[in-house]
């Protein structure tokens, strides 16, 4: 067999079924390898930023590992920003990046497609990487990445295969070289569990924070907030992981308008179970938190990086919650009443956000009638999007996707499109502002070619609307930059072949997304929208 096919054998053994990618001379013998692999799909996207935006999509909506395929050089710099993405978001995508034969990419001739230190370049937004230096090391680097997908916080890998390894004739018994690759994730120490525990038992004000790094321990955590009677605020990433409309959940606590922080700021001692405590959690570090926080994360750099731990717990969510509940149930919880009024917050809050912008609270709660909690909902940076998140009520975690790390416009529609590829079963929802959905929007010809009924929703203020906001706010009647001419968006969803429509209000939005889930194909719908001031202005 070859290296491509020995790339591609231990893929599937590790349950890959689709594959995102551009084909080029430096990876035609992977597409080779792939012709003969029926149980792998290969979708063909318009630039290999689609194609990791689609990768990380297809694994926000499965839970597992998504892969995309690229050529050296541009593809690998066309990928990159959205490999950054899912690295902020700790989204496990793996990146085959193909490259020069091995005996070429040392040397810096400036050969075609060769970019001088492609290590360096992936090195910022991967966890990890390797190029082999022999074919038959292929398939130990592919067991090497998904081990630390699994193991380690779920950031980015990349693979970089030399052109001469892929072709390269390798004996099928390396298929049988399985390495023990089942290191575990470091098991919580059960001296930490009893800390925490005795910790919150002594609690007067005590809070749950959960983040995006804790949503396979949802189903305990659940358990937890119920014997417990303990308040919960969700981070953007974190949202759903207990029912936002839980009579002890907050919600989700981002962005500065939102209430949440109150409950930071008073509580004695804070149980932050995967989170990182970053800008939007904490108002851009601005929340006076004095309690004692007991913080528990996979990744021992987050630990008391930017909030002081009194308890650091290096380990996984699940384990974590599963052993506090053991704790809890042999030796009874202690914990009261809750000590805030937790519904009282939430109504506060959603009143706060719907006077800011009404338009947005009044789109996103529409949607929420209209789509049953198991879809999934991508979101672009938009006023629309932005405003409406905390209107949006998720009773299932990871239904609800923000590019919350790196921020990057562009993002919805095709991780959308990854979605739903994934999940046929469900409804996949892109909600973008007309700036952003054009940083993509050519990847309505993947979503035709690949006849997926992903609906597209355009927010239209014919402007980077929130930015054109905030530089009024900043600099009074001093716009520049910022106000856009935008295409006509129906005839552009029509041009590629998607169905395209208009409604003259962002209120009718809810029920053209209705009408549109029946569609066998892309729907694009079009709303004329506001400009609000974006929330991050108080
Ligand atoms: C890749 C990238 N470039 C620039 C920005 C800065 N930015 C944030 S929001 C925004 C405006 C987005 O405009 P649009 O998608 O139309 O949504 P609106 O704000 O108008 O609702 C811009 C330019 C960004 N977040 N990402
Ligand atoms: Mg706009």
């Known amino acids: 067999m070859t290296g491509a096919q020995l790339l591609v054998e231990r893929l599937k053994a590790h349950g890959i079924d689709t594959i995102f990618g551009i084909p080029g001379i430096h990876n035609l013998a992977i597409y080779d390898a792939l012709l003969d692999e029926p149980a792998v799909h290969v979708v063909t996207t318009r630039d290999e930023r689609g194609a990791a935006h689609m990768a990380d999509g297809h694994a926000r909506a499965t839970g597992r590992p998504g892969v995309c395929l690229t050529v050296p050089g541009p593809g690998v710099t066309n990928a990159l920003t959205a490999i950054g993405e899912a690295y902020a978001d700790s989204s496990p995508v793996l990146m085959l990046a193909s490259q020069l034969s091995t005996g070429t990419v040392a040397k810096d001739r400036e050969d075609f497609h060769q970019l001088r230190d492609t290590e360096a370049v992936l090195g910022s937004v991967t966890q990890w990487g390797s190029r082999p230096a022999r074919a038959e090391e292929i398939g130990r680097a592919v067991d090497e990445a998904f081990c630390r997908f699994e193991n380690a916080r779920p950031r980015p890998c990349y693979l970089d295969l030399p052109l001469d390894l892929l072709s390269a004739t390798v004996d099928p018994a390396v298929l049988d070289d399985r390495p023990d690759h089942t290191r575990c994730a470091p098991s919580v120490p059960l001296a930490d569990v009893q800390r925490a525990a005795d910790a919150l038992r002594e609690a007067s004000l005590p809070l749950l924070v959960i983040g995006g790094g804790a949503w396979k321990a949802a189903?305990?955590?659940?358990?937890?907030?119920?014997?417990?009677?303990?308040?919960?605020?969700?981070?953007?990433?974190?949202?759903?992981?207990?029912?936002?409309?839980?009579?002890?959940?907050?919600?989700?606590?981002?962005?500065?308008?939102?209430?949440?922080?109150?409950?930071?700021?008073?509580?004695?001692?804070?149980?932050?179970?995967?989170?990182?405590?970053?800008p939007l959690t904490t108002s851009w570090w601005t929340r006076r938190i004095s309690g004692k926080v007991i913080h528990v994360d996979i990744d021992p750099t987050e630990i008391g990086k930017h909030t002081p731990a009194g308890i650091g717990i290096v380990g996984d969510a699940k384990q974590m919650a599963e052993a506090l509940l053991v704790q809890f149930?042999?030796?009874?919880?202690?914990?009261?009443?809750?000590?805030?009024?937790?519904v009282a917050v939430r109504d506060r809050r959603r009143a706060a956000i719907r006077e800011r912008a009404p338009e947005a609270v009044a789109t996103l709660e529409g949607l929420r009638r209209v789509l049953p909690d198991e879809s999934l909902v991508f979101n672009d940076i938009n006023g629309i999007a932005c405003w409406g998140a905390g209107a949006f009520v998720c009773r299932r975690p990871r239904t609800f996707h923000y590019p919350i790390g790196f921020g990057?416009?562009?993002?919805?529609?095709?991780?959308?499109?990854?979605?739903?590829?994934?999940?046929?079963?469900?409804?996949?929802?892109?909600?973008?502002?007309?700036?952003?959905?054009?940083?993509?929007?050519?990847?309505?010809?993947?979503?035709?070619?690949?006849?997926?009924?992903?609906?597209?929703?355009?927010?239209?203020?014919?402007?980077?609307?929130?930015?054109?906001a905030d530089q009024n706010f900043r600099y009074p009647n001093r716009?520049?930059?910022?106000?856009?001419?935008?295409?006509?968006?129906?005839?552009?969803?029509?041009?590629?072949?998607?169905?395209?429509?208009?409604?003259?209000?962002?209120?009718?939005?809810?029920?053209?997304?209705?009408?549109a889930l029946e569609h066998d194909g892309p729907t694009l719908i079009e709303a004329p929208c506001p400009q609000a001031l974006p929330p991050w202005i108080e």
């Not at 309505?444 to 402007?463: K, M």
Request: hydrophobic share 45%; aromatic share 6%; proline share 5%.
């Open 219 to 278: 189903a305990s955590l659940r358990e937890l907030v119920d014997l417990l009677s303990i308040p919960v605020v969700m981070t953007s990433s974190g949202k759903g992981v207990v029912a936002e409309d839980h009579p002890l959940s907050l919600g989700d606590g981002w962005m500065v308008h939102q209430l949440g922080r109150e409950a930071l700021e008073q509580a004695d001692v804070i149980l932050a179970i995967g989170v990182r405590f970053g």
């Open 329 to 342: 149930r042999e030796r009874g919880a202690g914990v009261r009443r809750p000590w805030l009024d937790v």
């Open 408 to 468: 990057c416009l562009g993002f919805a529609f095709p991780a959308a499109i990854g979605a739903k590829l994934a999940r046929p079963d469900v409804p996949v929802v892109a909600l973008s502002g007309d700036g952003g959905f054009l940083f993509s929007g050519h990847e309505l010809a993947t979503a035709v070619q690949e006849r997926v009924p992903v609906v597209a929703v355009i927010f239209n203020d014919h402007a980077y609307g929130t930015i054109k």
């Open 479 to 515: 716009s520049i930059g910022s106000d856009l001419r935008s295409p006509d968006f129906v005839r552009y969803a029509e041009a590629f072949g998607a169905r395209g429509c208009r409604v003259d209000s962002v209120l009718k939005v809810p029920d053209a997304v209705l009408a």
